[in-house]
């Protein structure tokens, strides 16, 4: 990037070493990604605004360029393949576009647009330009986006609000903002929202920028989720699994509430890999991460770190449903279910012995008696876990208890 000066210019690298050599000793900033751009323009106003297109979503980057830089000239550079999609956006919001290779005529009005002196915000536009920039800061995930609007248009409306489905909006309450996409939500007011021209501003630009930061936030999500997870069986790999089990044991004793920890592995799973073969062993790896996923909860974590071999970490801030609940045996009930279930289900690559002779076998250790880490808990569950190999397999070992076969 280079800093400073009074043209903000986002083209991808061709473009911009050719506005480089015809700006000459122009200072401008050059950027290479939208979202960067458009922070750019939030953190302070540009005498003109150089937007290399097309590019998906061209029309919407505009139109909010338009908002952030009502005073600058805004200009469009293209191929001349991309005039068809930059030429209806003459106008209103661009003041002018350009084909590449700029010819010396244009590269001369930019270069008039950038000699006007910079400038700054004024105190009055200082704060909705900085919850623009957060805003596009928080694209890079979506729950935290969803949450950020929440609360700057709480605050901008002085009412509480809310995301809702379409179809559950509160009678005659006025919609603030529309996420469309795979699951459609509103945000809506939970009162009488105060309405002001910077609320008013705020909405329209986030309302405008949405499509695009919700596509931001999803290829984040999806990219950081692909990071995190074991490709075989979708279950969280190894490393996820040490990371936020050891920030769970630091919650656990902050809030004093109980973990458990689940280690269990596949009884002779190198037998049906020889046997049947690997696409057997695959099938039966991703079938039994499938069904321990089915009897743990949304908060619990399934992993497989190693292997045959699966970590399963129980747990939950909330109180006991009852003052006779006991964490670690209800663990140890869900481990037995799961080790049943096994047993009875039917592999399909496994012809003749489909059903009835696959078994698991497992060790449970529990925070804080079991270990105040995630390695502790694990070297004291892989010692439950040796012990139920040696009693016979199919069993569910608890360290400080006894086991289920």
């Known amino acids: 990037m280079t800093a400073g000066g009074n043209l903000l210019v986002l083209a991808d690298a061709p473009v911009r070493e050719h506005l480089r050599r015809g700006l000459g000793d122009i200072p401008h900033t050059a950027v290479g990604d939208p979202y960067e751009a458009l922070s750019e323009m939030g953190r302070r106003s540009w005498p003109a605004v150089v937007l290399a297109g097309p590019r998906p979503e061209f029309d919407a980057l505009c139109r909010a360029a338009r908002r952030l830089s009502a005073d600058a000239g805004l200009y469009a550079v293209c191929p001349p393949a991309g005039e068809p999609q930059v030429r209806p956006l003459l106008g209103a919001p661009l003041d002018d576009y350009f084909i590449h290779p700029l010819e010396a005529d244009d590269l001369a009005e930019l270069r008039r647009a950038a000699g006007a002196p910079a400038g700054r915000q004024d105190a009055a536009g200082a704060e909705p330009v900085r919850q623009i920039a957060e805003l596009i800061e928080a694209a890079q995930d979506l729950e935290e986006m969803d949450s950020h609007l929440v609360r700057v248009v709480a605050a901008l409306v002085d009412c509480p609000v809310a995301w809702v489905p379409p179809d559950r909006v509160p009678a005659g309450a006025q919609p603030l903002l529309l996420a469309a996409g795979k699951v459609p939500r509103v945000l809506v007011p939970l009162g009488v929202p105060r309405r002001s021209p910077t609320a008013d501003a705020y ?203």
């Open 203 to 405: 909405l329209a630009f986030a309302q405008e920028c949405l499509p695009s930061l919700l596509r931001v936030a999803r290829r984040t999500q999806g990219l950081h989720l692909l990071a995190i997870t074991d490709h075989l069986t979708g279950a969280f790999n190894r490393r996820y699994f040490y990371e936020a089990t050891d920030r769970i044991l630091l919650r656990a004793q902050k809030e004093n509430f109980r973990v458990t920890l689940l280690l269990y592995d596949i009884d002779d799973f190198k037998r049906y890999n020889d046997t049947y073969g690997h696409a057997a062993g695959d099938e039966i790896l991703r079938d039994t991460a499938a069904m321990m996923k089915k009897i743990t909860r949304a908060q619990d974590i399934v992993a497989r770190i190693g292997g045959d071999e699966f970590a399963v970490l129980f747990w939950g801030a909330d109180k006991p449903r009852s003052p006779n609940s006991h964490p670690p045996e209800t663990a140890f009930a869900l481990a037995d279910r799961f080790r049943k279930a096994v047993h009875k289900h039917a592999f399909r690559s496994l012809g003749p012995e489909a059903r009835g002779t696959l078994t698991i076998s497992g060790g449970l250790a529990s925070y804080p008696w079991g270990g105040t880490s995630v390695r502790e808990l694990l070297a004291h569950a892989d010692a439950a876990l040796r012990l139920a190999k040696a009693s016979g397999k199919n069993a569910i070992n608890i360290v400080g208890g006894g086991q289920h076969a």
